[in-house]
Nanobody
Framework: QVQLVESGGGLVQAGGSLRLSCAAS????????MGWFRQAPGKEREFVGA????????RYADSVKGRFTISRDNARNTVYLQMNSLKPEDTAVYYC??????????????????WGQGTQVTVSS
Protein backbone atom coordinates (compact mmCIF):
# COMPACT_ATOMS: atom_id res chain seq x y z
CA GLN A 1 0.00 0.00 0.00
CA VAL A 2 1.00 3.59 -0.64
CA GLN A 3 -0.38 6.48 1.35
CA LEU A 4 -0.56 9.97 -0.15
CA VAL A 5 -1.10 13.24 1.68
CA GLU A 6 -1.58 16.51 -0.21
CA SER A 7 -1.03 19.97 1.18
CA GLY A 8 -0.67 23.53 -0.04
CA GLY A 9 -4.12 24.36 -1.33
CA GLY A 10 -5.88 27.60 -0.55
CA LEU A 11 -7.40 30.79 -1.88
CA VAL A 12 -5.46 32.95 -4.32
CA GLN A 13 -6.26 35.79 -6.68
CA ALA A 14 -6.13 35.34 -10.42
CA GLY A 15 -2.56 35.64 -11.67
CA GLY A 16 -1.17 34.35 -8.40
CA SER A 17 0.73 31.18 -7.57
CA LEU A 18 0.42 28.18 -5.31
CA ARG A 19 2.56 25.10 -4.75
CA LEU A 20 0.93 21.83 -3.87
CA SER A 21 2.85 19.02 -2.19
CA CYS A 22 2.14 15.31 -2.13
CA ALA A 23 4.00 13.19 0.40
CA ALA A 24 4.09 9.46 -0.25
CA SER A 25 4.69 6.76 2.34
CA UNK A 26 4.50 2.99 2.51
CA UNK A 27 5.56 0.87 -0.48
CA UNK A 28 7.01 3.79 -2.42
CA UNK A 29 9.46 1.48 -4.19
CA UNK A 30 6.52 0.19 -6.22
CA UNK A 31 5.64 3.59 -7.66
CA UNK A 32 6.17 4.16 -11.39
CA UNK A 33 4.32 7.42 -11.91
CA MET A 34 2.89 10.22 -9.80
CA GLY A 35 0.06 12.29 -11.15
CA TRP A 36 -2.13 15.26 -10.33
CA PHE A 37 -5.80 15.38 -11.21
CA ARG A 38 -8.47 17.92 -10.40
CA GLN A 39 -12.22 17.98 -10.12
CA ALA A 40 -14.39 21.08 -10.22
CA PRO A 41 -17.99 21.06 -8.97
CA GLY A 42 -20.29 19.36 -11.45
CA LYS A 43 -17.42 18.23 -13.65
CA GLU A 44 -15.51 15.01 -14.14
CA ARG A 45 -12.07 14.47 -12.70
CA GLU A 46 -9.46 15.61 -15.21
CA PHE A 47 -5.77 15.03 -15.71
CA VAL A 48 -3.45 17.92 -14.82
CA GLY A 49 0.05 16.50 -15.03
CA ALA A 50 2.30 13.58 -14.15
CA UNK A 51 5.92 12.71 -13.56
CA UNK A 52 7.77 9.42 -13.60
CA UNK A 53 9.10 8.33 -10.21
CA UNK A 54 12.47 7.62 -11.82
CA UNK A 55 13.83 9.53 -14.78
CA UNK A 56 12.53 12.78 -16.18
CA UNK A 57 9.32 11.97 -17.99
CA UNK A 58 6.62 14.58 -17.50
CA ARG A 59 3.24 15.12 -19.10
CA TYR A 60 0.81 18.03 -18.82
CA ALA A 61 -2.72 18.80 -19.85
CA ASP A 62 -2.89 21.42 -22.59
CA SER A 63 -4.84 23.71 -20.27
CA VAL A 64 -1.92 24.03 -17.85
CA LYS A 65 1.14 23.79 -20.11
CA GLY A 66 3.50 26.69 -19.54
CA ARG A 67 1.82 27.59 -16.24
CA PHE A 68 2.16 24.47 -14.08
CA THR A 69 5.32 22.50 -13.32
CA ILE A 70 5.66 19.12 -11.68
CA SER A 71 8.79 18.15 -9.82
CA ARG A 72 9.77 15.53 -7.30
CA ASP A 73 12.16 14.98 -4.41
CA ASN A 74 12.80 11.26 -4.12
CA ALA A 75 14.74 11.68 -0.89
CA ARG A 76 11.60 13.12 0.66
CA ASN A 77 9.19 10.90 -1.31
CA THR A 78 7.39 14.08 -2.28
CA VAL A 79 5.99 15.41 -5.54
CA TYR A 80 5.21 19.08 -6.10
CA LEU A 81 2.85 20.95 -8.39
CA GLN A 82 3.92 24.55 -8.89
CA MET A 83 0.99 26.52 -10.25
CA ASN A 84 1.62 29.97 -11.70
CA SER A 85 -0.59 32.46 -13.52
CA LEU A 86 -3.63 30.87 -11.92
CA LYS A 87 -7.04 31.44 -13.47
CA PRO A 88 -10.53 31.17 -11.97
CA GLU A 89 -11.09 28.07 -14.14
CA ASP A 90 -8.28 26.35 -12.22
CA THR A 91 -10.56 26.27 -9.18
CA ALA A 92 -11.04 22.65 -8.15
CA VAL A 93 -10.12 19.97 -5.66
CA TYR A 94 -6.68 18.73 -6.62
CA TYR A 95 -5.79 15.09 -6.09
CA CYS A 96 -2.42 13.43 -6.01
CA UNK A 97 -2.21 9.87 -7.32
CA UNK A 98 0.39 7.12 -7.58
CA UNK A 99 0.54 4.30 -10.08
CA UNK A 100 2.61 1.13 -10.35
CA UNK A 101 1.55 0.12 -13.87
CA UNK A 102 4.49 0.41 -16.26
CA UNK A 103 2.22 0.03 -19.26
CA UNK A 104 -0.40 2.55 -18.25
CA UNK A 105 -0.94 5.95 -19.79
CA UNK A 106 0.06 8.89 -17.63
CA UNK A 107 -3.14 10.62 -18.70
CA UNK A 108 -5.60 7.94 -17.59
CA UNK A 109 -6.94 7.81 -14.02
CA UNK A 110 -7.07 4.02 -14.38
CA UNK A 111 -3.27 3.93 -14.35
CA UNK A 112 -3.25 5.12 -10.76
CA UNK A 113 -3.75 2.76 -7.85
CA UNK A 114 -3.55 5.14 -4.92
CA TRP A 115 -5.15 8.53 -4.35
CA GLY A 116 -4.81 11.27 -1.79
CA GLN A 117 -7.71 12.94 -0.02
CA GLY A 118 -7.56 16.06 -2.16
CA THR A 119 -6.83 19.70 -1.43
CA GLN A 120 -9.01 22.65 -2.42
CA VAL A 121 -7.63 25.34 -4.72
CA THR A 122 -9.80 28.42 -5.21
CA VAL A 123 -8.82 31.19 -7.61
CA SER A 124 -10.77 34.42 -7.30
CA SER A 125 -11.25 36.83 -10.20
Amino acid sequence: QVQLVESGGGLVQAGGSLRLSCAASGRTFSIYVMGWFRQAPGKEREFVGAISWIGVITRYADSVKGRFTISRDNARNTVYLQMNSLKPEDTAVYYCAAGADYSGSFYSPYTYDYWGQGTQVTVSS
